[in-house]
């Protein structure tokens, strides 16, 4: 059998380049090799693309930086695959399909897939449109307005508009109120992110997303119930899985609980009223189709303590693969292993 070639790009630019490492690593070794072989490029973080050409069992511990080569893809439709440079010389390197691997920016945003679809590769995932407004906490909420998805109260602030943050801040204060989540709209593994308790907090709440991206949201906190549901699938073919429940070590899901710390827990499937994993298993997929979705995402909601409502948070098109990841357990616990589930992902991007 004709073994396709899998381009897996990971690392890259993003301040989620650690994280991207290991889902990757996760990925490459459970990729069915009886059907494709893996070609991996490692994107350090000042960018530069470097392949590895030895063995793929021992990734983790291959020093990029000593034996990986310079290897780029080229926009250039006609000979679609990776060129791999060495002095002088260029190698043409078919690939069939690219599996990005790739969190945050540059990688989760919709640039990398411009890339892939100017080169006319086909790719795992979301395409341009739907990766950009994704990674746009604020886009992302004015999609989910327009479908009527109830979601915290919020205000984007553009922080180079005085007039935007006053306003803003004004709103923030009356109508938002304290405790309130201050985010970068375009970051993800929390990072950024605070809560702030009150007006010195936000201050300094403020500044600490700023420094990441000009544009900033803050958020009512939301008192509940963490949940995500994984979604797979293409047009009208798509599939929400069980639901599962995080419980965050520490007040909120910031980046040492999600990665440091194993007190965080993940239960799944969740232990919430049927009605509600039903709502939440609905809305996933309302929101994935509303964004233009393809391939995969995972989306979290709020479980409202008070008021049992069901709320919307985010949508994340390359979620977690590393081992502890919630994606990858939540199609687990539906009877779709890793490999299985990878190989629909691949399946599904050669359509
Ligand atoms: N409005 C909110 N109310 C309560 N907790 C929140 C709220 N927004 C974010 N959080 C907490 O912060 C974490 C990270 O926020 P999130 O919006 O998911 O950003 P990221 O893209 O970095 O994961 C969430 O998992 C949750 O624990
Ligand atoms: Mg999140």
């Not at 069915?32 to 960018?47: A, D, F, L, S, W």
């Not at 990734?59 to 791999?84: C, H, I, M, Q, Y």
């Not at 403020?206 to 119930?225: C, N, T, W």
Request: charge should be negative; charged fraction near 25%; proline fraction near 5%.
């Amino acid at each position: 059998m004709y073994k396709k070639n899998v381009l897996v790009l990971f690392g890259g630019c993003s301040t989620e380049h650690e994280v991207s490492k290991v889902s990757a690593y996760t990925v490459i070794a459970n990729i069915p090799e009886e059907k494709y072989n893996v070609i991996p490029v490692y994107i350090t973080k000042e960018g530069r693309w470097l392949l590895y050409d030895g063995s793929i069992d021992n990734l983790r511990n291959v020093p990029w930086e000593k034996f990986g080569t310079s290897a780029v893809l080229s926009p250039d439709r006609v000979n679609r695959g990776l060129l791999r440079i060495v002095g002088d010389k260029v190698k043409y390197i078919p690939v069939d399909v690219v599996f990005p691997v790739l969190h945050g920016a540059f990688g989760e945003d919709g640039t990398i897939q411009g890339l892939l679809e100017l080169s006319g590769l086909q790719y795992v995932g979301c395409g341009v449109l739907a990766s950009a407004i994704c990674m746009d906490k604020a886009y992302t909420k004015i999609i989910a307005e327009h479908i009527g998805m109830a979601q915290a109260e919020y205000v984007v602030l553009h922080t180079w508009d005085q007039e935007n943050t006053d306003a803003g801040l004004k709103k923030a204060r009356h109508k938002i109120g304290y405790p309130c989540f201050v985010k970068p709209a375009n970051t993800g593994s929390s990072i950024g992110i605070s809560k702030a308790k009150n007006k010195k907090e936000l201050t300094a709440a403020i500044e600490a997303a700023r420094s990441l991206d000009p544009k900033v949201i803050i958020e009512k906190a939301i008192v509940g119930r963490e949940l995500e549901c994984a979604v797979l699938g293409h047009n009208s073919d798509v599939k929400a899985s069980v639901v599962g429940e995080i419980i965050p070590a520490g007040e909120f899901y910031d980046y040492d609980a999600k990665y440091n710390n194993n007190d965080s827990k993940t239960i799944f499937p969740a232990e919430i009223p049927e009605e509600s994993t039903e709502e939440i298993r609905r809305k996933a997929v309302e929101i994935f189709k509303a964004v233009d979705g393809k391939g995969l995402a995972r989306v979290d909601f709020f479980l409202e303590n008070e008021t049992n409502s069901v709320i919307f948070n985010e949508i994340n098109t390359i979620p977690g693969f590393t081992s502890i990841s919630m994606y990858p357990a939540l199609w687990q616990s539906a009877d779709l292993p890793l490999p299985n589930l990878i190989d629909r992902l691949i399946e599904i991007a050669l359509h």
